[in-house]
T-cell receptor, first 112, second 113 residues
């Protein structure tokens, strides 16, 4: 059973600080890794995708992937109150099946 | 920016009734999906669809569920005889080519009474 594990939180971070979200996954052959943001009662919104080891930066967001450790993280710099949401880590293996496996998500609360 | 659209946004149905959830994927996308999220739980895969047939389905997707692409734009999920435990948010998603991410619609909240 493929699993994606995340700390459910809540993670409270002061406005302007860096929020660090972590995720581990069980399936070594996963190829694609995603971070989705989900506001309460809304759909998942893709904010970052990463496919190779290392860092990928997009604006205030940096995704980090370490396939040897089966670990994915998301850093949010200069956190804003609008960043308060649940962040879903997800993996995808196109070669074997075509489904995204989601973690339960980490609730992030930015303190004004 | 193109979007996946879902209708209705909220569906209330009596237990045992049939329900059809509708989705219009992004127009040039080839791969289509349904996921569900029971309140407070993780998003779970139901089914993937490509080239007019199911490519994979989860154990949740039993004989009560079916999907169809009746024309060039719509993608539907039918639940034949709804149960209380079918109450959830149902998300449609679509994807273009290999390694492109899946884009989600806003969801349909299904409430079974």
């Amino acid at each position: 059973q493929k699993e994606v594990e995340q700390n459910s939180g809540p993670l409270s971070v002061p406005e302007g600080a860096i929020a660090s979200l972590n995720c581990t996954y069980s399936d070594r052959v996963s190829q694609s890794f995603f971070w989705y943001r989900q506001y309460s009662g809304k759909s998942p919104e893709l904010i970052m995708s990463i496919y190779s080891n290392g860092d990928k930066e997009d604006g205030r967001f940096t995704a980090q992937l370490n396939k040897a450790s089966q670990y994915v993280s998301l850093l949010i710099r200069d956190s804003q109150p609008s960043d308060s949401a649940t962040y879903l880590c997800a993996t995808h293996d196109m070669n074997r099946d075509d489904k995204i496996i989601f973690g339960k998500g980490t609730r992030l609360h930015i303190l004004p | 920016e193109p979007e996946v659209t879902q209708t209705p946004s909220h569906q209330v149905t009596q237990m045992g009734q049939e329900v059809i959830l509708r989705c219009v994927p992004i127009s040039n996308h080839l791969y289509f999906y349904w996921y569900r999220q029971i309140l407070g739980q993780k998003v779970e895969f139901l089914v993937s669809f490509y080239n007019n047939e199911i490519s994979e389905k989860s154990e949740i997707f039993d004989d009560q569920f079916s999907v169809e692409r009746p024309d060039g734009s719509n993608f539907t999920l039918k639940i034949r005889s709804t149960k209380l435990e079918d109450s959830a948010m149902y998300f449609c998603a679509s994807r273009g080519q290999v390694l492109q991410p899946q884009h989600f619609g806003d969801g349909t909240r299904l409430s079974i009474l």
